[in-house]
């Protein structure tokens, strides 16, 4: 790559000499400033910097109002945006701002009305929307980083769906680097950003090319020795065993030369499906042509199968469940380390002894037994994963002929992260440092990092202070991670997405490699064909654009504020007693006639300070809930019985405030009043409750009777009054 001249972008709003001018960047913005825009980009190539480009052209049309809002899924990436915005963006550094879930509702109303660049993750910004705290109606762009989670019920699809709805002149920019597989999930990204406009550029661009280095891609194929090949034998022949339950009954396809995990979950799939909505297809409430959509096995089906032989349900979930434990630990044993194939053997006695079917039928088998006999008479080292011996070997080319003591090492579990941390420190004690980057969840035994760790060990890796990093997915999407010169993919991946971005962490500055290691004979090699497939596809997809379906003939005009908006009011006047003032409200309310409080109300909905609080987009409970007479006097006999209740109870019970977040997760998003486990975990995390602080008060909220967990769901026993 040849030598260029230094030059940079600066322009107003930009802070000068910070941007490096690049071409293809420029070519990028022409494209995007006027219409919803998906921008495919290989990481590396500044998909930050584009954004703030693009944040600069919107702050120069609408220079005294307007606000930008960046969307990014994680925190430390909401972080990273927020750190870029302030060191780049020149407007007062007050007013760059992010949202948080630990920051109370008022004080966000506060941050959002006073400042003109916004970051969040998107699952505060659509509980501010849904509560109507604020609106989108002044925000003249929105970035939407990491825009390949556009799809279900994420939070991105409800809040583009807001925008573009309540925005005159809206803008939507979606930033990735991989957005999808195929032409199906390309387009339904398309669809829920309402995309008009398509920018791919890939290392091959004539404008991009220039700015980048070779990155060439090693497989180094792993001979799996003599001890684990026999115990994967074993392992293969209990399985074969245990198929045999499925092919006499007819449930799976016999002559099929390779049987996944996802075989047995698609079995017990639509097993579920049709045990729960087959009544209602019969009686005509569901579509028959959306039920059938739905299953993975048509002709026939497998309930049809199962009401026909009249065979257990029960038996074929267990026998689903021991094949599915039999594949992965196949895949451990291969691809892994013996040391995670022993876990899992220990997992499978512990659950054994608890009754679990699916695995007392694995353990109690000879296979078992015989496994166990190897590996207790066998030397651990000599059943040690070759791969691991492989990655020594590649750090000391790497050290040795290109004088490289930066690398990231990725893998797909956090037991081989530890075993690789503490290998290459055992190796290379007195030339390099190894540590792990893992995520913030936690699990028994295994305590992740917080987000103040992560930062720390990332500031350690770009000081130098720390060499090589063994890290999970938490290092692929998005994070300001060190350019290294060589990558080191312990396992192949079969998404796209992750493929894309972990190759993407080398070559920016220099030439880089990424080696993947393979073993032989293994799901690795079909894992390694499907990611380069995927890519390939998508590639193909993104290069004929023009077969995709684009949003058409958005009608477009200038945002106009005005005068009742401009007019101004004090934080204080907003947050002023809230608290004391939400009681004492309730006291004053439950001693007036329903007849008076409607005449007040009635009053006070024609006043200018109802306009104005209005125009703030302070939210008041008749707009949400239509108020009506019958309904206020429900109401209030509800509050006056509960004044009554107060005054008779000296002691209350205290309810902080992660609990009652988690009681009102459940009471928002239940369906017929129960609620998955883990979406509810999900859903309180992106209100900063996780882990351990999850726990404590999800079981706190079981024993003062608000909730109930009934095997993987949550009921809501009562809701907080």
């Given at each position: 790559?040849?030598?260029r001249?230094?030059?940079?972008?600066?322009?107003?709003?930009?802070?000068?000499?910070?941007?490096?001018?690049?071409?293809?960047q420029?070519?990028?913005?022409?494209?995007?400033?006027n219409?919803?825009?998906?921008?495919?980009l290989?990481?590396?190539?500044?998909?930050t910097?584009?954004?703030i480009?693009?944040?600069?052209n919107r702050?120069?049309?609408y220079n005294?109002?307007?606000?930008?809002?960046?969307?990014?899924p994680?925190?430390?990436?909401?972080?990273q945006h927020?750190?870029?915005?302030r060191?780049?963006?020149?407007?007062?550094k007050?007013?760059?701002s992010f949202?948080?879930?630990?920051?109370?509702?008022l004080?966000?109303?506060?941050?959002?009305?006073?400042?003109r660049?916004i970051?969040?993750t998107?699952q505060?910004?659509?509980?501010d929307?849904?509560r109507?705290?604020?609106?989108?109606?002044?925000?003249?762009?929105?970035i939407f980083?990491?825009?390949?989670?556009?799809?279900?019920?994420?939070a991105?699809?409800?809040i583009?769906?807001?925008?573009?709805?309540n925005?005159?002149d809206?803008?939507?920019i979606g930033?990735t680097?991989s957005?999808?597989?195929?032409?199906?999930?390309?387009q339904?990204?398309?669809?829920?950003?309402?995309i008009e406009?398509?920018?791919?550029?890939?290392?091959?661009?004539?404008?991009?090319?220039?700015?980048i280095?070779?990155?060439?891609?090693?497989?180094?194929k792993?001979?799996?020795?003599i001890?684990?090949l026999?115990?994967?034998?074993?392992i293969?022949?209990?399985f074969?065993?245990?198929l045999?339950f499925?092919i006499e009954r007819?449930?799976?396809n016999?002559?099929?030369?390779?049987y996944?995990?996802?075989d047995f979950l698609r079995?017990?799939?639509?097993?579920?499906f049709?045990?729960?909505?087959?009544?209602?297809?019969n009686?005509?409430y569901f579509d028959?042509?959306?039920y059938?959509n739905?299953?993975n096995?048509?002709d026939p089906?497998?309930?049809?199968?199962v009401?026909k032989?009249?065979?257990?349900?029960?038996?074929i979930?267990?026998?689903?469940s021991?094949?599915?434990?039999?594949l992965h630990?196949?895949d451990i044993l291969?691809?892994?380390?013996?040391?995670m194939?022993?876990?899992?053997l220990?997992?499978?006695?512990?659950?054994?002894e608890?009754?679990?079917?699916?695995?007392?039928?694995?353990?109690?088998?000879?296979?078992?037994?015989l496994?166990?006999s190897i590996?207790e008479?066998n030397?651990?080292?000599?059943l040690?994963h070759?791969k691991?011996?492989?990655?020594?070997?590649?750090i000391?080319t790497?050290?040795?002929k290109?004088?490289?003591k930066?690398?990231?090492i990725?893998?797909?579990y956090?037991?081989?992260?530890?075993k690789?941390?503490?290998?290459i420190?055992?190796?290379?004690s007195?030339?390099?440092?190894?540590e792990?980057?893992?995520?913030?969840?936690?699990?028994?035994?295994?305590i992740?990092?917080s987000?103040?760790?992560?930062?720390?060990?990332?500031k350690?890796?770009r000081e130098?202070?720390?060499?090589?990093l063994?890290?999970t997915c938490i290092?692929?999407?998005?994070?300001?991670i060190?350019?290294?010169d060589?990558i080191?993919?312990y396992?192949?991946?079969?998404?796209?997405?992750?493929y894309?971005?972990?190759?993407?962490?080398?070559g920016r500055?220099?030439?880089?490699?990424?080696?993947?290691?393979?073993a032989e004979n293994t799901i690795?090699?079909?894992?390694?064909?499907?990611a380069?497939?995927?890519?390939?596809?998508?590639n193909s997809v993104?290069?004929n654009?023009?077969?995709l379906?684009?949003?058409?003939?958005?009608?477009?005009?200038?945002i106009s504020?005005?005068?009742?908006?401009?007019?101004d009011?004090s934080?204080?006047?907003?947050?002023?007693?809230f608290?004391e003032?939400?009681e004492r409200?309730?006291?004053?309310?439950?001693h007036?006639?329903?007849d008076?409080i409607?005449q007040e109300i009635d009053?006070f909905s024609k006043?200018?300070?109802?306009?104005?609080l209005r125009?703030h987009?302070?939210?008041f409970l008749?707009d949400i809930t239509?108020?009506?007479?019958?309904?206020?006097?429900n109401?209030?006999l509800k509050?006056?019985?509960?004044?009554?209740?107060?005054?008779k109870r000296?002691?209350r019970?205290?309810?902080?405030?992660?609990?009652?977040?988690?009681?009102?997760?459940?009471g928002t998003?239940n369906?017929?009043?129960k609620?998955?486990?883990?979406?509810?975990?999900?859903?309180?995390?992106?209100?900063?409750i996780v882990?351990?602080?999850?726990?404590?008060?999800?079981?706190?909220a079981c024993?003062?009777g608000?909730l109930?967990?009934?095997?993987?769901?949550?009921e809501?026993?009562?809701?907080l009054?």
């Open positions: 790559m040849e030598k001249k230094q030059k940079y972008f600066n322009e107003c709003f930009l802070e000068q000499n910070k941007i490096e001018y690049r071409h293809y420029e070519n990028i913005l022409k494209r995007c400033n219409q919803n825009s998906l921008i495919v290989p990481t590396g190539l500044g998909k910097i584009i954004g480009l693009l944040i600069i702050l120069k049309k005294n109002f307007g606000k930008i809002i960046i969307l990014a994680t925190r430390p990436l909401v972080m927020f750190e870029a915005c060191r780049l963006i020149d407007i007062d007050e007013k760059i949202l948080s879930g630990q920051i109370p509702p004080k966000r109303i506060i941050i959002f009305q006073n400042s660049v970051i969040s998107p505060v910004i659509k509980n929307l849904m109507s705290r604020y609106n989108l109606e002044e925000v003249p762009l929105i980083d990491e825009a390949h989670r556009t799809k279900g019920n994420y991105y699809c409800f583009a769906d807001e925008y573009i709805n925005c005159k809206p803008l939507i930033l680097a957005p999808g597989k195929d032409f199906l999930n390309i339904e990204l398309c669809d829920n950003l309402f406009n398509i920018v791919f550029k890939n290392y091959d661009d004539d404008d991009v090319r220039e700015y280095h070779d990155i060439d891609i090693i497989l180094e792993i001979e799996l020795p001890k684990i026999e115990l994967g034998k074993i293969e022949d209990l074969n065993k245990f045999k499925f007819n449930l799976i016999p002559q099929k030369k390779y996944s995990k996802l079995i017990a799939e639509d097993l579920s049709s045990l729960k909505y087959q009544e209602l297809v009686s005509g028959n042509e959306e059938l739905r299953l096995f048509k089906k497998i309930i049809d199968i009401h032989k009249n065979l257990n349900i029960h038996l979930y267990s026998y689903c021991s094949c599915i434990s039999l630990s196949k291969e691809t892994q380390d013996i040391s194939f022993k876990n899992f220990e997992k499978s006695e512990y659950k054994a608890l009754d679990n079917l699916s695995s007392k039928r694995i353990v109690t088998s000879k296979h078992f037994k496994i166990k590996i008479n030397d651990i080292q000599e040690t070759p691991i011996e492989k990655i020594i070997s590649l000391k790497e050290f040795e290109y004088s490289n930066k690398i990231l990725f893998t797909q956090r037991e081989i992260a530890e690789l941390k503490n290998e420190n055992k190796q290379f007195t030339v390099l440092v190894a792990k980057f893992i995520g913030q969840s936690s699990k028994i035994n295994d992740g990092y987000q103040r760790e992560q930062i720390q060990v990332l350690s890796f130098g202070k720390i060499n090589i063994t890290a290092a692929e999407e998005g994070l300001d060190p350019n290294v060589a080191i993919f396992e192949p991946v079969a998404s796209e997405i992750r894309i971005q972990r190759r993407g962490r080398t500055y220099s030439d880089g490699r990424c080696y993947i290691l393979i690795d090699i079909p894992f390694f064909k499907v380069q497939r995927k890519e390939k596809t998508m993104l290069i654009s023009d077969q379906d684009l949003v058409e003939n958005i009608i477009r005009e200038n504020i005005s005068n009742d908006i401009q007019k009011l934080k204080s006047e907003l947050i002023k007693d608290k003032r939400k409200e309730k006291e004053i309310l439950a007036k006639s329903i008076k409607i009053e006043s200018d300070k109802y306009k104005i125009n987009n302070i939210t008749s239509n108020i009506n007479k019958n309904k206020l006097e109401k209030m509050m006056k019985k509960q004044n009554f209740n107060n005054k000296e002691k019970v205290y309810l902080n405030k992660n609990l009652k977040t988690i009681i009102k997760l459940v998003y369906i017929d009043g609620i998955e486990l883990e979406k509810l975990k999900k859903l309180a995390e992106f209100e900063e882990d351990k602080k999850f726990y404590i008060h999800f079981n706190q024993n003062l608000y109930r967990k009934n095997n993987n769901h949550v809501l026993i009562k809701s009054d």
